[in-house]
């Protein structure tokens, strides 16, 4: 039972992962689309990139806040359990 749990986590993880990167890459194709369409003067070209570029941006970091992923990195928070925040700074003794 715990090994199906573990493995439901993993896959909601890598869900995760492939949502955030179809959003990245949506963001990164709408600039370089808008980029080409002012580069040529093309200005249907160049506001469709931009709309693209920007609902991927958009997209990407809401997925990112509402997932915990950016909220904890603004709020300095790792994904680590908080008893190792507090071994951060415990002395480590060498017996030699």
């Known amino acids: 039972m715990e090994r199906r749990s573990w493995k439901f986590f993993e896959r909601i ?13 949506l963001a990164i194709g709408g600039a370089v689309a808008a980029l080409i369409g002012a ?3 093309l200005s249907s070209i ?3 990139g931009g709309s693209i570029a920007g609902l991927g941006a958009v997209g990407f970091f809401g997925w990112m806040f509402v997932t915990g992923d950016l909220a904890g990195a603004l709020l300095g928070r790792s994904r680590q359990g908080p008893g190792d925040e ?11």
Request: aromatic share 6%; glycine share 4%; net charge positive.
């Open 86 to 96: 507090n071994n951060k700074n415990a002395k480590v003794d060498k017996n030699d």
């Open 13 to 25: 993880e890598s869900l995760i992962f492939i949502v955030l990167m179809l959003l990245l890459t």
């Open 46 to 48: 160049k506001n469709i």
């Open 39 to 41: 580069m040529f003067g």
